[in-house]
């Protein structure tokens, strides 16, 4: 029985997950993922499962309770649908615990560089390597809120190729998703019980009972969303700048919006939000190239696609800022777009590409060739003229 499709737990929100789901969840936790070190530092191989073991057991022995383990993200989305077009490359794991103090967040993050030990290859002299060592090797990114609302801290694990393993310890939040399509979260804990207790190997007519959870508040609805590659979610408000990148991506990969009148008003929600989170123009450059390079790993060819989505969202929706600011992200977004073409060394086919022309400071230089990539940020603060289009 698919599930949510029928397979009800006692809230609208929770789904019993099928044979099917738990063998597809059984190769996301056992698959071994790498974790890249930076300069002459080995690379870890690492499962979820094992890294998930290993960091609950440690912060028991520590005083620390893990109330349930989940998957969260795409990789969760993977698991209800195979074949969904958003892929599996975020492995966020969320620890739900207590944070009530500064001293527990520490504790949760020495733990956790602590527990890196046990993945460093054979041979690897570990009496030396201290907890900021490990830090400075293998953590792409280390993040702690600490608000009246908010209360939780995220470590990213690194990995060349962007399917960084992250997890996510939180005593509270105040919203997990952004989308019904990314709203799914897998409770682990029966599975990790039977992996820990079980010598029977798992088959369809014996398995643990997996429960999935829905974010969105109502599972068979964002299942259906999943399925189908509908684009819908509740209080766009209380979107992050983020959800406006999240959004191109979800159009660029074939999912449309379910409610095309309200799809405006909710455009213009996630541009103003952008802007407030990231209102300076280097921010927006270093979000953009970071999302870019953490999502669309091995899809080069969909970079352009993504940003002239991104540009016309933008153009189309902002309704918050002063003109010249609306065209310095705007101008931002065309030069990330024409550096991926170069780097791809791609021309575009003039018949599907709309051309903008600006006077640039480099073309009086008597040194200008016809391809040009800045090394340095642009200078954006300098006044542009407005974009035309050329014909």
Not at 238 to 266: A, C, H, Q
Not at 336 to 343: C, D
Request: with cysteine; glycine share 4%.
């Amino acid at each position: 029985m698919m599930a949510g499709k029928g397979s009800k737990t006692d809230c609208m929100s929770c789904s019993v997950l099928n044979w099917e789901q738990v063998s597809r969840l059984h190769e996301v936790l056992t698959e071994v993922v790498p974790i890249h070190g930076r300069g002459n530092f080995p690379t870890l191989k690492i499962s979820l499962k094992d890294i998930v073991q290993t960091v609950r057991s440690r912060l028991s022995e520590a005083g620390i309770v893990v109330h349930d383990v989940r998957l969260n993200g795409s990789a969760a989305g993977h698991v209800l649908v195979k074949d969904n077009g958003l892929g599996c490359k975020d492995l966020d794991l969320i620890f739900q615990v207590s944070l009530p103090s500064e001293a527990e967040f520490q504790l949760v993050r020495d733990v956790v560089l602590r527990s890196l030990l046990n993945f460093l290859p054979e041979g690897v002299s570990k009496l030396k390597i201290s907890p900021v060592t490990l830090k400075e090797a293998y953590i792409q990114k280390l993040v702690k809120v600490c608000t009246e609302s908010d209360r939780w801290s995220l470590i990213s694990l690194s990995n060349k190729h962007g399917r960084n393993v992250e997890l996510k310890f939180v005593d509270c939040i105040r919203r997990q998703f952004e989308f019904s399509v990314d709203s799914f979260q897998i409770i682990l804990d029966s599975l990790l019980f039977y992996y820990d207790y079980s010598e029977t190997p798992m088959s369809e007519h014996f398995h643990p009972t997996v429960i999935g959870e829905s974010m969105y508040g109502d599972f068979e609805a964002a299942f259906d969303h999943l399925q189908n590659k509908l684009i819908a979610t509740k209080n766009p408000e209380e979107i992050r700048g983020g959800g406006l990148l999240k959004y191109s991506n979800l159009l660029v990969r074939d999912f449309r919006p379910m409610d095309k009148d309200e799809i405006k008003t909710l455009e213009r929600y996630m541009c103003s939000r952008f802007f407030i989170d990231f209102p300076d123009i280097l921010d927006q450059q270093r979000k953009l190239e970071t999302y870019l390079q953490n999502h669309f790993s091995k899809e080069e060819r969909s970079k352009y696609d993504y940003l002239m989505i991104l540009r016309r969202v933008v153009n189309e929706s902002t309704v918050c800022l002063m003109g010249h600011e609306r065209r310095q992200t705007l101008n931002l977004i065309s030069l990330l777009a024409l550096k991926v073409l170069a780097e791809q060394n791609i021309i575009p086919n003039a018949t599907t590409v709309t051309c903008y022309y600006q006077p640039a400071p480099y073309v009086s230089d008597v040194n200008f060739s016809n391809y040009y990539l800045a090394n340095a940020p642009v200078p954006y603060s300098q006044s542009y003229p407005t974009w035309l289009p050329c014909n």
